[in-house]
């Protein structure tokens, strides 16, 4: 009897190491459902995960989640800029003369004023400066250069000036290499999107 279960065991270890043996051998495909071809590996996404945050004192803590509230308030209206931009650049080329270029140019600053106006003036002057800089994130330019652009120097020499009353530059540039706050920005964007807590959308508040 002993003989036999001796016989037995070693014919289940013998049966299990060559089983295991045998699916090493063998490539393994895997199908994913909706794909009609099964692979031998599958794709995932890419996820990026960033360390926790770590913070010097209460101070540091404190500015970082002002700066972070701030931004993802601003943020989808930089983003609708920059939207409205493209789609003005990719129109003027199509437009003959100067004046209805000039014409067109008006029609979608009236539109954008009427579709966020009432909202951008509910903005506090950090929340405008920080939106500011983000218009030059998303779009490559200052505010003060769009404008000069889209409308004229003097309409850009003008709102500068205005802005300047409320503390507020138009010709600021998004730095985050240089610029403590504008790393904060970067650091508060770059970890929305990696948890996809961003907000694209206006709508979407």
Same mark, same amino acid.
């Given at each position: 009897m002993k003989n036999l279960l001796s016989c037995l065991i070693i014919l289940i270890?013998?049966?299990?190491?060559?089983?295991?043996? =045998?699916?090493?051998?063998?490539?393994i495909l895997i199908k994913v459902e909706g794909d009609s071809l099964a692979t031998k590996s599958i794709d995932l996404n890419e996820v990026t995960i960033y360390p926790a945050l770590e913070f010097s004192s209460f101070d540091d803590k404190l500015r970082y989640y002002t700066v972070r509230r701030k931004t993802l308030k601003v943020y989808p209206y930089a983003v609708?800029?920059?939207k409205r931009l493209q789609e003005l650049n990719r129109r003027l080329p199509l437009i003959k003369t100067r004046a209805k270029k000039k014409k067109y140019t008006k029609i979608v600053e009236k539109f954008i004023e009427k579709e966020f106006s009432e909202e951008l003036k509910k903005l506090t002057r950090t929340e405008g400066q920080i939106l500011i800089k983000l218009v030059? @994130? =998303?779009?490559g330019q200052t505010v003060y250069k769009l404008i000069r652009k889209l409308r #004229?120097?003097?309409k850009a020499f003008s709102y500068n000036s205005l802005a300047?009353?409320?503390? $507020?530059? $138009?010709? $600021? =540039?998004? #730095?985050?290499? #240089? #610029?403590d706050e504008d790393a904060i920005i970067e650091d508060v964007l770059k @970890?929305?999107?990696a948890d996809k807590t961003i907000?694209?959308?206006l709508k979407d508040q």
């Open positions: 270890v013998f049966n299990s190491y060559s089983q295991k043996k =045998e699916y090493k051998d063998l490539d609708l800029a920059s030059h @994130r =998303e779009t #004229n120097g003097f300047k009353l409320f503390k $507020i530059s $138009i010709k $600021i =540039e998004y #730095n985050p290499d #240089n #610029n @970890r929305a999107y907000k694209l959308s």
